[in-house]
């Protein structure tokens, strides 16, 4: 989200139009969707003002978030942060994320006694450099936007193999994720991401999430994908009881709805 009266860090990348709350219950209505996790945007980096907001008014029925922690952010704070619905940190280690893989050791120690999670978010070509950090995670993460491998890798490349063992070991997750910010192929099949998701899909349907990427600040304007796709790809990816648990099951479970 991005709303009227918070303001972008100065060195993060500018916001270049708003993304209001009002506009999101709208392609909440347009999409069908009744719950929501928030992500905190790189634009804000540390202040996560407008997570909250967001949070507060949509209400703990519905919405979860995913803030930025700082190893130096009070328990009090996180406390706080918990009882509006915040459920996770982001590890960002693209250009302008605020906390990057080397610094995860400092950030899982203060969220786990939480119930937390971490959402990580790397260039998958790189995973073999992080495999290590990985595999020494104790608490629940998620391996984001589909491993974001750029450029696209063949489902049967090692690194996708090393993925299925992250989720074999039990607290790795892995998110569905805007396609379009790496296919090579493009809309509407991504045909060389979908390959790699269907193979992690089928491999391990209880660990998958879904996430719509809105507002889509990730590409330019004239690049923006049309949302309803992003969301009917699963018709190809996935069978109708996968979808029951990338969809409604597993969300449900790793961020509390319903609790």
């Not at 219950?25 to 540390?46: I, K, P």
């Not at 995860?104 to 950090?133: C, K, S, T, Y």
């Not at 995670?137 to 936007?145: A, M, S």
């Amino acid at each position: 989200m991005f709303l009227e009266g918070f303001e972008g860090h100065p060195q993060a990348a500018p916001i270049k139009e708003l993304a209001t709350l009002e506009d999101f219950r709208r392609y909440q209505r347009w999409m069908g969707l009744d719950r929501v996790v928030v992500t905190q945007s790189n634009a804000y980096q540390f202040d996560n003002g407008a997570l909250l907001e967001s949070l507060d008014q949509l209400g703990l029925d519905k919405a979860r978030g995913v803030a930025v922690v700082s190893p130096d952010t009070p328990l009090k704070t996180l406390e706080d942060w918990h009882g509006r619905g915040v459920r996770g940190a982001r590890i960002m280690n693209l250009g302008g994320g605020a906390m990057p893989l080397a610094r995860l050791p400092e950030v899982e120690p203060l969220i786990a006694p939480l119930g937390w999670h971490l959402m990580v978010q790397f260039n998958g070509r790189e995973l073999d450099q992080h495999l290590p950090m990985l595999e020494r995670i104790e608490c629940p993460y998620i391996i984001d936007h589909i491993g974001k491998f750029i450029d696209p890798v063949p489902a049967d490349d090692p690194r996708v193999d090393a993925i299925l063992r992250l989720l074999d070991r039990g607290n790795a997750w892995f998110k569905i994720c805007a396609g379009y910010e790496t296919s090579l192929s493009g809309g509407p099949d991504y045909d060389d991401v979908g390959a790699i998701a269907r193979r992690v899909i089928n491999h391990a349907p209880e660990r998958i999430l879904w996430g719509s990427n809105w507002p889509h600040v990730g590409v330019p304007r004239d690049q923006y994908p049309d949302d309803p796709d992003q969301l009917d790809v699963l018709l190809a990816w996935a069978n109708e009881q996968q979808r029951q648990r990338i969809l409604v099951d597993n969300p449900a479970e790793l961020y509390g709805f319903g609790r």
